[in-house]
């Protein structure tokens, strides 16, 4: 996936609010065998076996297919997600992160995820925002008031804020994903650009 810096973020959301959403929901399992690593290819995938059904028509009571929410992050809304507790849960599969960073979505907001796809999710630079059970059902009721209604996520900060209430909660992330995060570096990035600032590796086997 493309790194993309991270500061600060402030958009509409697609409201998903299923409790235990497992990665296999996320992106069924017939997906993993691709070799491609096309986001749009994952992305298209993401959430496809609610989106659709087995006939390949959109299911229009599904929240992702309903006017106000059915344009793609990449089309230039809806950069956020808003979800149900225990997000990723499941299968560890890595492919469940690359589905929601190929739909270009730049931040899944929950009270609880799962801790591998939590950590997938960073790697793919989508920053997981953990929020507390009142804030996140406060985020779902005034998006369902006012389907426009903007959140902002500063990472320096740490802050999330629903613009339609202004409750403001903080969130915490690890230092060094934060770092990797605001200036768009992934771990070999990060290796890369401070070479000549770690500590030697030390001698294989003990030896010399």
Request: proline share 6%; net charge negative; glycine share 6%.
């Amino acid at each position: 996936m493309m790194n993309k810096q991270f500061h600060t973020i402030t958009s509409t959301c697609i409201p998903i609010a299923i409790d235990n959403c497992n990665t296999d929901l996320i992106i069924p399992a017939r997906y993993l065998a691709s070799t491609t690593r096309d986001p749009q290819f994952f992305g298209d995938a993401f959430m496809h076996d609610l989106r659709y059904d087995a006939s390949g028509n959109a299911v229009h009571d599904f929240v992702m297919n309903k006017n106000e929410f059915s344009e793609a992050p990449n089309e230039g809304v809806h950069e956020i997600i808003v979800a149900g507790k225990n997000w990723g849960s499941g299968s560890s599969r890595e492919h469940a992160a690359w589905a929601i960073a190929g739909y270009g979505v730049r931040v899944v907001i929950s009270s609880s995820f799962a801790d591998i796809h939590r950590n997938n999710l960073l790697n793919c630079f989508v920053l997981p925002v953990i929020v507390s059970p009142a804030f996140q059902q406060q985020l779902f009721e005034s998006i369902a008031a006012q389907p426009q209604t903007q959140v902002r996520v500063d990472l320096p900060a740490q802050t999330v804020t629903n613009l339609s209430t202004g409750s403001s909660e903080h969130f915490d992330i690890n230092g060094y994903k934060k770092y990797c995060l605001m200036n768009g570096l992934d771990d070999i990035d990060f290796l890369l650009k401070n070479v000549g600032t770690l500590p030697p590796a030390p001698p294989l086997y003990g030896g010399e």
